[in-house]
C-alpha cells in the first residue's frame, strides 16, 4: 500500500523536498491530479475550504485536497458500492479508514512530518462525519465540492441503473444536511448547488 500510495516520480520524498522547494500542500496536490479520477473535486474542495476559512491550517487544507485518496486505489475484492452504499455507516468507516490508512505514508513520503502527517489523517478519518470544527469545515468544504463537481456522477448512477432516482436525490440532500448546523454560510451556499443538481436530475430520462 505505502509502495503504491507513497511513490514518487523522484524517489524519496525528503531529498524531493530539499531539492524543489515545494510545499507538502503543493506535493499532495500534485500526487492527486496524477492518479486520481476525481482531481477536479479534491481541488476544489480545498477552494471551499478555503472559502469558509481563508485561516484553514495546513493540515486541513492537506485534507481537503486528499480526502478521497482511495478511490484513485480502488480494492477489486471490495463488496461495496458507492451508488448503494453511500449512506452505509459501515461502507463510510471502511472508506475513510481506507482514505486515512492511504494518506499517512503517502504524505510521509512527501516529506510531511510526523505531527502533520498525523493530524492530516485524523481530519481524513472523519470527512464524511466531522466531529470539531477543524473537521465539520473540511466535510462541509467537501459537500459543496461535491453539489458542484460530481453531479454528474450522481445523474450516472439514475442513467445506468446502479441507483433509482430517489437515491441519488437523497444522495444530494445528504451532502447539505450533514453540514453542521454551525456552518450556516456553507449551507446557505449550498442551497444554490443543491438545487441545480436535483433540476439536472429531474432532466433525466429514468
Ligand atoms: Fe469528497
Excluded at 37 to 57: I, Q
Excluded at 93 to 116: K, N, T, Y
Amino acid at each position: 500500500m505505502t509502495d503504491r500510495a507513497g511513490a514518487t516520480p523522484d524517489g524519496d520524498g525528503e531529498t524531493l523536498g530539499q531539492r524543489d522547494g515545494m510545499s507538502v500542500l503543493e506535493r499532495a496536490h500534485a500526487w492527486i491530479t496524477a492518479v486520481h479520477p476525481h482531481a477536479r473535486h479534491l481541488e476544489r474542495t480545498l477552494d471551499w475550504l478555503l472559502v469558509l476559512d481563508p485561516d484553514a491550517s495546513d493540515a486541513a487544507r492537506i485534507a481537503a485536497a486528499t480526502h478521497d485518496v482511495e478511490r484513485a486505489y480502488p480494492d477489486g475484492d471490495s463488496p461495496w458500492d458507492s451508488a448503494r452504499d453511500w449512506d452505509s455507516v459501515a461502507y463510510n468507516r471502511w472508506h475513510q479508514d481506507r482514505c486515512a490508512e492511504l494518506v499517512e505514508p503517502g504524505l510521509r513520503d512527501r516529506g510531511a512530518s510526523e505531527e502533520l502527517a498525523r493530524e492530516v489523517t485524523g481530519l481524513v478519518r472523519v470527512h464524511e462525519e466531522g466531529g470539531w470544527l477543524e473537521a465539520d469545515l473540511v466535510q462541509a468544504a467537501d459537500s459543496l465540492s461535491f453539489l458542484e463537481t460530481m453531479v454528474w456522477l450522481v445523474v450516472r448512477w439514475v442513467e445506468s441503473g446502479r441507483a433509482p432516482r430517489e437515491r441519488a436525490e437523497g444522495k444530494l440532500y445528504n451532502a447539505v444536511e450533514r453540514m453542521s448546523p454551525d456552518l450556516t454560510q456553507a449551507r446557505e451556499l449550498a442551497q444554490p448547488l443543491y438545487e441545480a443538481g436535483l433540476r439536472e436530475l429531474d432532466g433525466i430520462r429514468a
